[in-house]
């Protein structure tokens, strides 16, 4: 009766996502655990990398680096693996190895569940009614690595059919560590302006935050797939995860701090930036956020990889697909209708340019100012305004999802937050926007 007792009771604990073996596997030397928070923040076929980026890393840290899943919450729009486009179903191939990366992933999030509100509750430990409802459970003691791949803005990171707004983030990011949600926490983000989301962050919260480009640039998508018309990754993200191969098992060996030096070097289209605490996590080893050596599959370290590096920066991609499938077109009303969209963009971007300067025009009363705030990007110092700005921008104008070129030009809105009010800014979209 005892052994069967015994035998319900461990039942009862792995049922409920608690696994006693990996468990101890996990714990890292000062007893806490490692937790993952991976996202793809995109969806629709040309956006392909992102995802791919996503699946890879699910199994470096699931797999070889030994993280157990139930501490790995992913989310992912989940449109590429049987995507109509796509030629071999069901399979998602990652640009290092060529491989399926999909089979195996376990999604908790996907569709209309990838959203930035949702990305804030998993933080914060809240329940979801809403996918498999798994959440951050970390303590105090735990530490915590989050990597976010998509299109960016000035202060914004997109999702599928929204945008995380880098008040909203900092709020979040100050709850955290004010209920003492983890010991330390590491950020790896992937998307154009990424560093304008924690150019403000705080050296003092036990957060780093390493990021593919710095505030003022873009992010570049990397190889390209001639058949399938896409690219397999994002440049930043593959230069990473290709040193993190590299030196596994012995993960103990590179800190943060190294490992932002070697990939910013092999990193040439963008600007690879650090924020946030560049004392303590700077010089802790990988392994305290990726996995700890001898707790993945016994492998010999992966040699580097010379990857063709055709790139393109990543508001560019859509448009740079198009005209692809264009040149590939055999049906005359395929080639029609292509040659409509493509005209459609290009058009569109034009007129995006117009409209933020006559906005700025409308904000300033001259001119001369408009050529000022149109410069270069500027300092976000009042993240309320960015938000109210570029929702209203979004909402009434043209979306970065679905025209991801006006991320290049959104900074000639959002720089006018460091000098007006936010109601006059708003007004003076929703004006030009209706005329448009």
């Not at 590491?186 to 302006?193: G, T």
């Not at 004392?279 to 956020?289: A, G, K, L, Q």
């Not at 063709?308 to 920066?313: L, V």
């Not at 009434?396 to 936010?422: A, G």
């Amino acid at each position: 009766m005892l052994k069967i007792a015994l035998f319900a009771a461990i039942f009862a604990i792995a049922v409920q996502g608690y696994h006693p073996v990996e468990d101890l596997l996990e714990k890292t030397e000062h007893g806490g655990q490692i937790w993952a928070v991976i996202v793809a923040g995109s969806k629709s076929w040309y956006n392909y990398r992102h995802q791919s980026d996503v699946c890879h890393l699910y199994h470096l840290l699931t797999k070889k680096h030994g993280i157990p899943r139930q501490n790995v919450i992913t989310l992912m729009y989940n449109d590429i693996a049987f995507n109509v486009e796509n030629p071999r179903q069901g399979i998602i191939i990652n640009a290092l190895h060529g491989k399926d990366v999909y089979e195996g992933v376990m999604i908790d999030y996907m569709g209309r569940d990838v959203t930035p509100q949702n990305f804030l509750d998993i933080l914060n430990g809240q329940r979801l009614r809403v996918g498999s409802g798994k959440t951050l459970k970390s303590g105090p003691k735990d530490t915590v690595f989050v990597n976010f791949v998509d299109h960016g803005g000035p202060g914004i990171l997109g999702f599928p059919t929204d945008e995380l707004h880098v008040a909203d983030l900092t709020k979040t990011l100050e709850n955290m560590y004010n209920e003492k949600r983890y010991k330390q926490m590491l950020w790896y983000v992937e998307a154009c302006y990424s560093g304008s989301m924690f150019s403000k962050l705080s050296p003092d919260m036990n957060i780093t935050a390493h990021t593919a480009s710095n505030t003022d640039e873009s992010s570049y998508a990397c190889v390209k797939d001639e058949d399938l018309d896409v690219y397999l990754g994002d440049c930043w993200s593959l230069n990473w995860m290709n040193n993190t191969e590299q030196i596994f098992p012995n993960l103990e060996k590179e800190t943060v701090e190294q490992q932002y030096e070697i990939v910013k070097k092999m990193t040439t289209e963008s600007h690879a930036s650090i924020y946030g605490d560049l004392t303590y996590i700077y010089s802790e080893p990988i392994s305290t956020f990726l996995g700890h050596p001898g707790t993945g599959a016994e492998e010999e370290p992966v040699p580097e990889r010379k990857i063709k590096y055709q790139s393109t920066a990543t508001p560019d991609v859509m448009l740079e697909y198009l005209k692809d499938k264009r040149e590939k077109a055999t049906n005359s009303e395929e080639a029609e209708r292509l040659d409509k969209e493509i005209k459609y963009h290009i058009q569109t971007e034009g007129k995006v340019q117009e409209i933020l300067e006559q906005i700025s025009r409308q904000v300033t009363g001259s001119w001369d100012m408009v050529a000022v705030f149109s410069k270069s990007p500027q300092s976000i110092e009042h993240p309320g305004c960015n938000k109210d700005v570029l929702s209203a921008f979004f909402s009434q104008c043209y979306k970065m999802q679905t025209h991801p070129y006006i991320t290049k030009y959104l900074y000639r809105l959002t720089n006018l937050c460091n000098m007006y009010s936010s109601d006059k800014i708003v007004d003076a979209v929703l004006e030009n926007c209706s005329h448009n």
